[in-house]
């Protein structure tokens, strides 16, 4: 029986699929995709008051003649410090810092296939194979195509090949072929050595991480289903989840909330249903807010301040303020109050700054570190499709959260560089000891003659 949607005028699916592997997604569209699919403005009805009229009391009859002051007593220039926040609960952290699964072995290479586990592998190199099959069967195939030399990928093969590709992040060069090139200029053997060149080639063109749809049957809705498996399964060996911006960061935080852990987010995630909601689960949370949230209050959005003003308002022991910089700078915290605290800039300028944004500041510091670190050695290639540059970029994350984890668990430090080395090493099978060279003679010493004089030459022969 014929699909109902084969008489919906278009394109057929065949060529709807064939147009899209000519025209692959571009990495702003996919960046876009991956922000619609998670991003829900989130609303509550509640009222704020401003910081002079907070009560920490849940009776909000005690606040109904908030709108009654006048509103320059908003604003807060430098307030006396205090430790509490108004109406907010302290909540004392009361676990034990610590690894949820122990990692077998203290090497770098350890905490990398701690992450990247068989189970991961296992996947990409079933899809890798079905994915080969398919590109031999097509009839478009030539005979002396590469594909028609193909052999299954097994876990060492593809062990070494992610090890190759994680190199080239650490050797740059502008084409891949130039790895394996014999010229003096070039010459490096560790690509040589564990993998030929067209094998290498090979396994990247059938790279693949989800089964393609038959031709009778109906694309996934999900864009990113090509890479979806893979990142599923990422997100799931560090603890992530999928959903709303709301939902994603209640199924991340798993098992940790109820114990006192402070949260710092940008303001793609923060809201106020989402502080109010860590707060029920003892969980401290500051950041950046977007001033376009629903649940966001009129008084602090249209409040015109000068530099160094800033403005408050309270609800639920949750604060949201807006402080003028260079340009307005709207936060939200359940766990600090609205302080101006003194600090000292590169200059040595002595500035004011509210709590919530130089605490926000150092924490979040990780985050842009993190960006800076995966910058240094980049895999990335123009020429592969994007779910395998997608792919890259999660295997260069699996690096970076490994080499964090060593070096606060192992006892050890290493820098990224050398941790980097250490488990392409142990990817990669013993490269030979580089050929120095020159060429080694063996010499011996023979007695040739006597001289006149009665002293015995001796001469130093070559063999």
């Known amino acids: 029986m014929a699909d109902a949607s084969d008489n919906i005028p278009g394109p057929s699916r065949a060529k709807k699929r064939r147009w899209e592997d000519k025209n692959p997604l571009t ?89 990247l586990t068989d189970n991961y592998l296992d996947e990409i190199i079933a899809q890798t194979n079905r994915y080969a099959v398919e590109i031999f069967l097509r009839s478009e195939t030539k005979e002396n195509s590469r594909i028609t030399a193909w052999k299954d ?19 740059r060069l502008n084409r891949i072929q130039d790895y394996w090139k014999t010229d003096p200029l070039f010459n490096l053997r560790a690509f040589a050595n564990n993998m030929s060149r067209n094998r290498f080639l090979l396994i990247l063109r059938a790279l693949h991480f989800a089964q393609n749809p038959d031709n009778d049957e109906v694309t996934p809705p999900d864009r990113l289903y090509k890479i979806r498996n893979i990142m599923n399964l990422f997100n799931s060996r560090m603890g992530g989840g999928k959903g709303h911006t709301e939902k994603v960061v209640m199924n ?34 500051t ?29 639920n022991g949750i604060m949201i303020g807006k402080w003028k910089d260079k340009r307005d700078v709207v936060y939200i915290s359940n766990e600090y109050k609205n302080d101006m605290v003194q600090i ?23 985050v842009d570190r993190q960006d800076q670190l995966l910058a240094y050695y980049p895999c990335e290639r123009k020429t592969i499709r994007w779910p395998s540059k997608i792919f890259v970029h999660i295997l260069q994350l699996i690096m970076i959260n490994a080499y964090h984890l060593y070096n606060k668990y192992s006892g050890t430090r290493l820098s990224l560089y050398d941790f980097r080395l250490s488990v392409i090493g142990s990817l990669l099978k013993q490269p030979p000891k580089p050929d120095s060279g020159f060429t080694i003679f063996e010499h011996t010493l023979d007695v040739r003659e006597e001289s006149k004089k009665g002293k015995v030459i001796t001469i130093l022969v070559r063999q």
């Open 287 to 315: 950041g950046t807010l977007r001033s376009n949230r629903k649940s966001f209050p009129k008084e602090v959005g249209s409040k015109k301040l000068k530099r160094g003003e800033t403005i408050a308002k309270y609800a």
């Open 27 to 115: 990495e702003a569209a996919i960046a876009k995709i991956i922000e619609d699919e998670l991003f829900d403005d989130l609303d509550s009805d509640f009222e704020f008051v401003s910081e002079d009229e907070y009560v920490p009391n849940d009776d909000t009859s005690e606040t109904s003649n908030a709108e009654s002051l006048d509103e320059e007593e908003n604003i807060v220039l430098i307030p006396t410090m205090q430790q509490a926040t108004p109406g907010s609960k302290v909540f004392s952290f009361t676990k034990t810092e610590c690894l949820l699964q122990p990692v077998p072995g203290g090497e770098p290479i350890h905490y990398f296939r701690h992450i």
């Open 344 to 366: 000292q800039n590169k200059r040595r300028e002595i500035k004011s700054k509210p709590l919530p944004i130089i605490n926000y500041n150092k924490y979040m510091t990780g």
């Open 153 to 171: 990928v097994s876990n060492e093969e593809m062990v070494t090949f992610l090890g190759l590709l994680l190199h080239m992040g650490n050797i």
């Open 252 to 285: 991340l935080l798993g098992g940790m909330m109820d114990v006192g852990h402070s949260l710092y987010m940008d303001n793609y995630y923060n809201s106020y249903e989402l502080a109010k909601q860590l707060a029920a689960r003892k969980t401290h949370c």
